[in-house]
């Protein structure tokens, strides 16, 4: 989708060795976010292929972070691929 910024949502846990599977600090996840761009002032509208894990970085932005205008897309990439009138825009993952 054009415009769209890649953070595997697994960014927003500790999932290292030894590491318990909790969430990181608001320090490190405001700046995992602020660092791609997703800021509090903007519309954030979180993806994947089925609405699942875009749920989990909903949940981050708006439950832990406090953001306000965060709208999980639930028909994700499976609903928009099928039409083909909309725009897909491909490239390098940074």
């Known amino acids: ?20 599977k909790t969430f ?10 602020e660092a791609n761009g997703i ?12 609405a699942v894990r875009s749920a989990h970085t909903t949940f981050v932005l708006t439950q832990l972070l406090g953001y306000k205008n965060v ?5 994700s990439w499976i609903e928009w691929s099928y039409h083909k009138d909309l725009p897909v825009e491909t490239g390098e993952i940074k």
């Not at 990181?24 to 976010?33: D, G, P, V």
């Not at 800021?39 to 089925?50: A, E, G, L, M, V």
């Not at 709208?71 to 028909?75: A, I, Q, T, V």
């Open 24 to 33: 990181k600090t608001l320090e490190e996840l405001k700046a995992i976010y």
């Open 1 to 20: 989708m054009p415009k769209s910024v890649w953070i595997e949502y697994k960014e927003a846990i500790n999932t290292g060795e030894g590491e318990d």
């Open 39 to 50: 800021t509090p002032d903007k519309t954030i509208i979180p993806y994947c292929q089925s």
């Open 71 to 75: 709208k999980n897309y639930d028909g």
